[in-house]
């Protein structure tokens, strides 16, 4: 459940696994709060929006009730035709249109069909909430990316760590002598990438209440998480410490050089609009 404000009318997203449906009760709320189920039902009165809907099902949804909709196409439009969310669902087994009880209850369509209402309550609505839709859906993509980077970074962690446990810690250890281990093998890490220890990025930052990594950009941490699993398999090849940071700092030069420089020509491609 997602929240989108359009023109300080606050509009409600229902997630599902398939795709997105925005609340049809909040955009008629922005005509008229008092009046949002009737101003759904007078929607669907109309022939144009049957016609619409019909088609709409016809395209996406293989189990449509396509004798039911006749019915209703021929009815729409007569003074005497009424027509609810609830009874067009049950009757023709739509999927574009949903009704719902509860706490976040009230009428939801998949998009398409949330903005052909929107443009019928008000095509300047309907240009704004495509809009802010739009945006919100590009901000969950970038979160979703990052998302990604981070769990990947972490996955490999469990594998450098595993890397540490088998190869570089004798069983005699005390408990504050393996964490040294494992603190001293991230700053390795630290070093090859950032250039710093964990604690001199500290020392240098007092004011900041994460980490050194907390600090890292999408291509450091892409980065990061390569050299995790590299340096597992150096570990692994019974190379030395000094043996590993030489290498991973190469590597790290390397990609970081790669990464920006992809970046730089994305960006050019974006304003120049060729990407």
């Given at each position: 459940?997602?929240?989108?404000?359009?023109?300080?009318?606050?509009?409600?997203?229902?997630?599902?696994?398939s795709?997105?449906?925005?609340?049809?009760?909040?955009?008629?709320?922005?005509?008229?709060?008092?009046?949002?189920?009737?101003?759904?039902?007078?929607?669907?009165?109309?022939?144009?929006?049957?016609?619409?809907?019909?088609?709409?099902?016809?395209?996406?949804?293989p189990?449509?009730?396509?004798?039911e909709?006749?019915?209703?196409?021929?009815?729409?439009?007569?003074?005497?035709?009424?027509?609810?969310?609830?009874?067009?669902?049950?009757?023709?087994?739509?999927?574009?249109?949903?009704?719902?009880?509860?706490?976040?209850?009230?009428?939801y369509?998949?998009?398409?069909?949330?903005f052909?209402?929107?443009?019928?309550?008000?095509?300047?609505?309907?240009?704004?909430?495509?809009?802010?839709f739009?945006?919100?859906?590009?901000?969950?993509?970038?979160?979703?990316?990052w998302?990604?980077?981070?769990?990947?970074?972490?996955?490999?962690?469990?594998?450098?760590?595993?890397?540490?446990?088998?190869?570089?810690?004798?069983?005699?250890?005390?408990?504050?002598?393996?964490?040294?281990?494992?603190?001293?093998?991230?700053?390795i890490?630290?070093?090859?990438?950032?250039?710093?220890?964990a604690?001199?990025?500290?020392?240098?930052?007092?004011?900041?209440?994460?980490?050194?990594?907390?600090?890292?950009?999408?291509?450091?941490?892409?980065?990061?998480?390569?050299?995790?699993?590299?340096?597992?398999h150096f570990?692994?090849?019974?190379?030395?410490?000094?043996?590993?940071?030489?290498?991973?700092?190469?590597?790290?030069?390397?990609?970081?050089?790669?990464?920006?420089?992809h970046?730089?020509?994305?960006?050019?491609?974006?304003?120049?609009g060729?990407?």
């Amino acid at each position: 459940m997602a929240k989108m404000k359009v023109l300080d009318t606050s509009i409600t997203i229902l997630g599902t696994k398939s795709d997105d449906y925005i609340s049809l009760t909040d955009i008629a709320k922005h005509k008229d709060p008092s009046a949002s189920n009737e101003i759904i039902r007078n929607w669907l009165r109309n022939r144009n929006t049957i016609e619409f809907l019909g088609i709409w099902e016809k395209i996406y949804n293989p189990d449509f009730k396509h004798v039911e909709f006749d019915g209703f196409k021929k009815e729409a439009g007569l003074n005497s035709f009424t027509l609810s969310p609830k009874k067009w669902i049950e009757r023709t087994n739509a999927i574009g249109i949903v009704s719902k009880a509860g706490r976040y209850g009230g009428t939801y369509a998949y998009k398409d069909i949330a903005f052909e209402f929107a443009s019928w309550v008000s095509v300047e609505f309907k240009l704004y909430l495509i809009k802010e839709f739009q945006r919100l859906k590009e901000q969950e993509f970038k979160q979703l990316g990052w998302d990604i980077k981070r769990n990947l970074t972490k996955m490999n962690y469990h594998i450098h760590t595993d890397a540490i446990k088998q190869n570089l810690i004798p069983q005699t250890l005390t408990p504050s002598q393996v964490n040294f281990v494992y603190a001293n093998e991230a700053d390795i890490l630290n070093i090859a990438l950032f250039g710093k220890t964990a604690k001199e990025w500290r020392d240098q930052n007092p004011d900041k209440k994460g980490n050194i990594r907390d600090e890292a950009d999408v291509n450091q941490l892409i980065c990061l998480a390569n050299l995790e699993s590299l340096n597992a398999h150096f570990i692994q090849e019974k190379l030395t410490q000094t043996q590993r940071l030489i290498k991973l700092n190469h590597i790290a030069i390397g990609q970081m050089k790669i990464l920006v420089e992809h970046n730089q020509r994305k960006e050019i491609g974006e304003h120049s609009g060729k990407e």
